[in-house]
């Protein structure tokens, strides 16, 4: 299998087709920006904290 990363490397500096590994690098930039976000809003909700609310 070909991780994503790697594809944009292959695309980048053995292919030499930049364009198509800074549109890949972008398509990347934005599932982990997603990731992050859903993540930081659900971790309210993760944490118990002892003697918290009543």
């Known amino acids: ?3 994503f ?4 490397y292959r695309n980048a500096f ?3 087709s ?3 590994a800074a549109a890949l690098s972008m398509v990347l930039f934005v599932a982990v920006l ?8 659900t971790s309210r ?4 904290y ?3 609310a009543r």
């Open 1 to 3: 299998t070909l991780m």
């Open 5 to 8: 990363v790697v594809l944009i």
């Open 14 to 16: 053995r292919y030499f």
């Open 18 to 20: 930049m364009g198509y």
């Open 34 to 41: 997603l990731l992050t976000l859903v993540i930081f809003k």
């Open 45 to 48: 909700s993760w944490v118990h």
């Open 50 to 52: 002892e003697g918290g």
